[in-house]
């Protein structure tokens, strides 16, 4: 068997226990949108849509670092470095999916592809 470990803020599973929580020592951002509200999607091939959000969860951020790949007793370097990415970030889920780059549908949508509108 094979011990895991998790980041209790957005359950991302780790294999080693100094990564969860290193995951954990990042801060839950505030979020600038909430359920219900209508925001804007800028779209690949149909231009700015407007879709209205249905929920939202906290994730493992996109500007991704693996961090079970970084010995962090060794780098402890990495610290400092990593205080520049956004380990947690909001994702909002819509009805709808949405075409946002060329290759690849979302659902699920960051909040720095948002902008807020003014209700439908
Ligand atoms: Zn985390």
């Known amino acids: 068997m094979k011990l895991h470990y998790q980041c209790e803020i957005c359950g991302t599973i780790y294999e080693r226990e100094d990564s969860a929580k290193f995951c954990e020592s990042f801060p839950t951002p505030t979020p600038k949108f909430q359920v219900g509200e209508v925001v804007a999607i800028q779209l690949r091939y149909d231009g700015v849509v407007q879709d209205r959000i249905l929920s939202m969860k906290l994730v493992y951020g996109h500007n991704y670092i693996n961090l079970d790949h970084v010995d962090l007793e060794r780098y402890p370097n990495f610290k400092g ?32 592809s948002l902008e807020k509108v003014e209700a439908i």
Request: glycine share 0%; aromatic share 22%.
């Open 81 to 112: 470095i990593a205080e520049n990415y956004r380990i947690h970030e909001w994702a909002y889920q819509f009805a709808n999916y949405h075409q946002i780059t060329k290759d690849r549908a979302y659902d699920s949508i960051f909040e720095s």
